[in-house]
Nanobody, 116 residues
Framework: QVQLAESGGGSVQAGGSLRLSCVVS????????MGWYRQAPGKQREFVAG???????NYADAVKGRFTISRDNAKNTVALQMNSLKPEDTGVYYC??????????RGQGTQVTVSS
């Protein structure tokens, strides 16, 4: 069973930065789609950023130009660098991994809180 472990969240003021990390319990070289989504209280889950095996990335319009996703196959990690954070970025951030048989089970997530 593939496991995802997110970390790096915290509380920051608007304009601050955080770097999230997701460690995967197996080699990620062959995993194509990986990325992050978030969920704020009372809101629907929202896609944030994705990255393919060849390094192609895509971002939600709300985070373009502020967030950067990357992957390190040697360390089995996917990272999300978040700059110029806004209060509306507040939520629990989860990483995802699309395996050959479906999406890996969700991890515990990491809380991001941005105050104005």
């Amino acid at each position: 069973q593939v496991q995802l472990a997110e970390s790096g969240g915290g509380s920051v003021q608007a304009g601050g930065s955080l770097r999230l990390s997701c460690v995967v319990s197996r080699n990620i070289f062959s995993i194509n789609g990986m990325g992050w989504y978030r969920q704020a209280p009372g809101k629907q889950r929202e896609f944030v950023a994705g990255i393919t095996r060849d390094g192609s990335t895509n971002y939600a319009d709300a985070v373009k130009g502020r967030f950067t996703i990357s992957r390190d196959n040697a360390k089995n990690t996917v990272a999300l660098q978040m700059n110029s954070l806004k209060p509306e970025d507040t939520g629990v951030y989860y990483c995802y991994a699309d395996l050959s048989y479906g999406r890996a089970p969700r991890g515990q997530g990491t809380q991001v809180t941005v105050s104005s």
